[in-house]
């Protein structure tokens, strides 16, 4: 079966580091993604990794261990903003396929 | 960058209308496209696969009478929702991507409220 793990909530402060952990077991992997969802709205890309090892972008970066089926979304310099839930998700099999998704980790910054 | 448009944002319509929602991929070609649904509080749940210029693809457990999917252009899929009635009340997100190894960006969603 087809099984993404990830904490259902975490907190932290303004200025710090968090890292949201996803552990996944799918039918096939064809890389692995993390979306930002504010309350209400639409997800928006935040990060990709089909290879293993970390990806950086910006305050954001990702990580990608396929053997051990797990990846982190590390979030740097902590804003109010970053107020939000990150979805973890996965494509199968093929190229091309949607997107398997966790069921989000809903991460609270306060000052 | 990518961009998916999606309309309406919001629908509030009674019980057995038929409400149509439109994916459009402004700046790109989309031969596949994908519609999800989501509850408060839940994660985002794959409903179909809409292929170019074919039937979509259904994921089990979704009504295929009820959710009608056309895809009739590279840039435009449309979810018609059939008789709706209030346990069809969620938030429809559709997605595409712009090349089968590129990451999948997402519509702004519409919101269906069914009284």
């Known amino acids: 079966g087809q099984n993404i793990d990830q904490p259902t909530e975490m907190t932290a402060t303004e200025g710090a580091i968090v890292q949201i952990n996803c552990t996944y077991q799918t039918s096939g992997f064809n890389g692995l993604f993390w979306y930002q969802q504010h309350a209400g709205e639409a997800p928006t890309f935040l990060s990709y990794?089909?290879?293993?090892g970390l990806e950086e972008k910006g305050r954001f970066s990702s990580f990608l261990s396929r053997s051990k089926g797990y990846s982190y979304l590390l979030l740097k310099e902590l804003q109010m903003k970053d107020s939000a839930s990150y979805l973890c998700?996965?494509?199968?099999?093929?190229?091309?396929?949607?997107?398997?998704f966790g069921k989000g980790t809903t991460l609270s910054v306060s000052s | 960058g990518a961009v998916v448009s999606q309309h309406p944002s919001w629908v509030i319509c009674k019980s057995g209308t038929s409400v149509k929602i439109e994916c459009r991929s402004l700046?790109?070609?989309?031969?596949?496209m994908f519609w999800y649904r989501q509850f408060p509080k839940q994660s985002l749940m794959l409903m179909a696969t809409s292929n170019e210029g074919s039937k979509a693809t259904y994921e089990q457990g979704v009504e295929k009478d009820k959710f009608l999917i056309n895809h009739a252009s590279l840039t435009l899929s449309t979810l018609t929702v059939t008789s709706a009635h209030p346990e069809d009340s969620s938030f429809y997100i559709c997605s595409a991507s712009q090349g089968v190894s590129q990451p999948q960006h997402f519509g702004d969603g519409t919101r269906l409220s069914i009284l």
């Open positions: 990794n089909v290879l293993d």
């Open positions: 700046d790109f070609q989309a031969t596949t």
């Open positions: 998700a996965v494509r199968g099999n093929q190229a091309g396929t949607a997107l398997i």
